[in-house]
């Protein structure tokens, strides 16, 4: 670290003498690029689009979600990240628990194929279903006899959005958990605590930041995923379109009203994205702390 | 099948009816839908509910073979029907001869949609491979609607060029040129060019052009008819597989011949498609200009043929792509 440091800031050396801080100068110019980035880049389309859904009033909003096929996404949207947020904050809590506590044989195997939805295209996922649940895939046959259905219909969109959502939590939690260490649960089960105390007095409370901020992009993403969603949907009015699936719709309705009705609902469709913003400096701070404390000890030695 | 039928009723099953479509057929069969199920009712008391799925042709019939439960399919082309008979078997491959008019209840054909004022001065095929212009069109791998138009610019450039296919090749490749964006299906590319400004000139089924200028009022855009074009025949079907397992048969069927009757020829003619109805279409007479138009069947042989030289996997359309690069 210290020979980046001093490779990368040479015209500095003075100051980074001094201790770990990087010239004023430096930490400026890196603050407004990324001000200016996150602003230009992801506040700017996101505010528009917040000033077009209202261009035409409060009345087009609150008429474009309240028509029968939009309130039918929504519901589906909600059922959808109903069954697999949970899931996966069962799935991530365990995962996280097993790598960041546990010695284990395959533990990095473990540990890619949690990552693995991150590195294949939604559109691949979406087609895997397929080829595995699909008429002519794998299990096709079997599944037509016995009238089960999944492909194109709810369960195969809860499918695709478990798999797209699997690393979301598991994620957040393994550098929290990993972070805290075993030394508290340690203590806890010495003095007579059982395995489920612990769990809830302890190792909860001390990764609780991560697992909401894992359960809040979880969910932004399970509601929000278009790619393998769109694949598996079937795209049938009123029954397997979730909201991303139903603002493209309303995009390509040709008339006029009913683009600014899409964008009604992308506006809806951003706005948890926004609350969890305003959400997001609570975790962060409180992992980047303890995480950076960690790692001071460390110099500290 | 009846039998089948009122058992789902006694059950409490809500009657469904799924109509897998291609793009822009959205508001013809949200009209469809209401007055049959009117029709439906009064003719046997059960209340039904038909649910609409729409995108890209081929896409659609992809899905349909995927497994998707279609009840009825209403495709751009009769060749995505072909390929559910073939690669799935879903029904039967005389499935064209069992309505009237190759199971074609109304026609449409391939205009031009240009900017209010043409100031590329665009009127026949031929400007379309001008430099400098900039069309519009689907992807004809995936829309039933692109391959329409592909075949309709070569069907021109064949009666121009004396049936010489070298040259009709050259002149497709010329147009194909011309395009900046491929959109999946033909609604997207409507979008392309109506809302976001794109392109000098869309390549459009008539309906889809017709709706877009009464949607955005007549001073923004123009419809210019070529001096000829193709016929477009958009089949329907029903998927028998599906109907027999769900028990759907007749009010399938019924379904379908619904839109040969006045009713049905009336809302489709309201929705821009050319109806088959003589009476219906004198009335809707001045809607529609008069275009000189060939079959698919007269130039290519029919789809099969046309699909296979073209747009198969390597066929023409492919190697002008790929020298496009």
């Not at chain 1, 697999?84 to 044989?105: Q, T």
């Not at chain 2, 709706?211 to 193709?230: H, Q």
Request: charged share 20%; hydrophobic share 45%; aromatic share 10%.
């Amino acid at each position: 670290m210290t020979g980046i440091i001093k490779t990368s800031s040479a015209a500095s050396v003075k100051q980074s003498r001094r201790g770990a801080e990087e010239s004023p100068l430096a930490k400026w110019a890196l603050i407004a690029v990324a001000l200016a980035f996150s602003l230009v880049f992801l506040l700017l389309p996101l505010v528009n689009v917040m000033a077009q859904a209202f261009v035409k009033g409060w009345a087009c909003y609150w008429s474009s979600l309240t028509q029968p096929d939009s309130r039918a996404a929504i519901r589906l949207t909600l059922i959808v990240a109903a069954i697999s947020v949970p899931l996966n904050v069962l799935f991530g809590l365990a995962a996280a628990w097993a790598i960041a506590k546990f010695e284990f044989r395959g533990k990095s195997l473990l540990v890619t194929l949690i990552d693995l939805p991150f590195s294949v295209s939604p559109v691949v996922v979406g087609l895997m279903f397929i080829v595995l649940f699909g008429l002519q895939g794998f299990f096709g046959k079997w599944l037509g006899a016995h009238g089960i259905k999944i492909i194109f219909a709810v369960p195969g969109i809860v499918l695709a959005t478990i798999f797209i959502t699997f690393p979301f939590v598991a994620r957040e939690l393994i550098p929290v958990m990993q972070a805290t260490g075993t030394e508290q649960e340690q203590a806890a089960l010495t003095l007579g605590a059982s395995g489920w105390q612990t769990f809830w007095h302890v190792t909860l409370p001390s990764v609780k930041w991560g697992l909401i901020y894992g359960i809040i992009l979880c969910n932004a993403r399970a509601m929000g995923e278009f790619g393998a969603v769109s694949v598996v949907s079937g795209h049938i009015i009123g029954r397997t379109e979730t909201m991303p699936l139903r603002v493209e719709a309303l995009y390509q309705g040709a008339t006029g009203a009913s683009t600014v009705a899409a964008f009604c609902r992308g506006e809806l469709a951003g706005a948890p994205g926004l609350v969890y913003a305003g959400d997001q400096d609570f975790p962060r701070m409180e992992t980047g702390e303890r995480i950076s404390g960690s790692r001071s000890r460390i110099v500290d030695r | 099948m009846i039998g089948a039928a009122s058992l789902g009723w006694v059950a409490g099953k809500e009657l469904t009816l799924l109509n897998v479509s291609y793009d822009p057929t959205r508001e013809l069969y949200q009209d469809f839908d209401a007055a049959f199920t009117k029709y439906w009712e009064v003719k046997t008391g059960e209340i039904i509910t038909i649910q609409q799925s729409h995108g890209g042709s081929g896409k659609q019939a992809r899905m349909v073979i995927d497994g998707l439960q279609a009840d009825v399919v209403t495709l751009a082309l009769a060749y995505d029907i072909d390929a559910i008979a073939e690669k799935a078997g879903l029904l039967p491959p005389g499935w064209q001869q069992r309505l009237p008019h190759n199971s074609c209840p109304y026609t449409s054909t391939v205009v031009f949609l240009v900017r209010k004022g043409n100031s590329k001065g665009i009127r026949d095929w031929d400007d379309l491979i001008k430099p400098g212009v900039s069309v519009i069109t689907p992807n004809p791998k995936t829309s039933g609607g692109a391959r329409w138009n592909y075949l309709a610019a070569w069907g021109y450039a064949l009666k121009k060029f004396d049936r010489d296919e070298g040259r009709a090749r050259d002149f497709v490749d010329r147009l194909f040129r011309n395009v900046p964006i491929f959109d999946t299906g033909a609604r997207g590319a409507t979008t392309t060019f109506v809302q976001r400004g794109i392109g000098d000139v869309l390549i459009a089924w008539e309906n889809e052009a017709l709706l877009s200028v009464k949607e955005s009022g007549k001073d923004e855009f123009e419809i210019v008819t070529p001096s000829l074009s193709i016929l477009a025949e958009p089949p329907v079907a029903w998927v028998d597989s599906v109907v027999n397992k769900r028990g759907t048969r007749e009010m399938a069927r019924a379904y379908l011949e619904y839109l040969y009757t006045p009713e049905g020829q009336e809302i489709a003619a309201r929705h821009y498609y050319r109806p088959r109805l003589e009476s219906v279409a004198q009335k809707y007479a001045g809607m529609f200009p008069r275009v000189s138009l060939f079959t698919i069947n007269e130039v290519f042989g029919g789809w099969r043929q046309a699909q296979k030289a073209h747009f198969s996997d390597g066929g023409i359309f492919d190697q002008i792509q790929r020298a496009g690069r």
